[in-house]
């Protein structure tokens, strides 16, 4: 009986490092919420940034020709680099800071932002644009009120697909220590602790697919002449 008892699971399912365990949930509710809340600052700040910068750079590759062969091929360039090679190159002008983490983002997502706002300004009718100046829209007026809105179903599907991948880039973050849930996944890993490995990796996965949902929910709120046409 004695030895029946030394040899008898521990009731803890931390202490059985099972992969799903409510436990460590409870117990580390506090962990949790912080890395969830830097995963969200950091996609958030990297998001923004990236848009501040696409948005002028496909407006000037729409309105000179010239310009687009160089922007599209240096935002291309920089999606080729690998993400450890991305942040080695920072690391002089950041060091290990939450920055470096999100410069890499940005330059990660120009390509997608860029090449979307640029298709989709490009997808514009001439004869839109030609109504629209007979009217006595002036250039910066054309731009907001006519061109902008007929390309925001392109643009939010490249935004889309920036925001998702830059829910899972952030979690390489975890190499300078500013990786939200990835700082988990990594020591998890490194421990082979197995709740910890996988609660961070389903938290980033509920992260990207309900943030693709709500802006999926924001074109189609801004968008209604698609949800006409698709119907």
Known sequence: MTAERATAPPDDCLARNEWICGDYLSTRREVLTDAVVQHLQLTGAAIGLALLLALPLAIAARRWRWAAGPVLGLT???????????FSLLLPL???SAGLVVAGLVLYSLTLL?????AGLRAVPEETRQAARGLGYG??????????????????????IATVSAV??????????????G???????????KAQVLTASVLCVVIAVTADLLLLGAQRLLTPWNRGRAA
Do not use: D, K
């Open 76 to 86: 291309t360039l920089l999606y080729t680099i690998p993400a450890l090679a991305m």
């Open 94 to 96: 950041y060091g290990l």
């Open 114 to 118: 860029v090449r979307n706002l640029l």
């Open 139 to 160: 250039p910066i007026r054309l731009l907001l009120a006519v061109e902008l809105p007929l390309a925001l179903p392109a643009a939010m599907a490249g935004l889309r």
């Open 168 to 181: 899972s880039l952030v979690t390489i973050g975890a190499i300078v220590g500013h990786g939200g849930l």
């Open 183 to 193: 700082n988990l996944i990594y020591s998890g890993m490194n421990t082979y602790f």
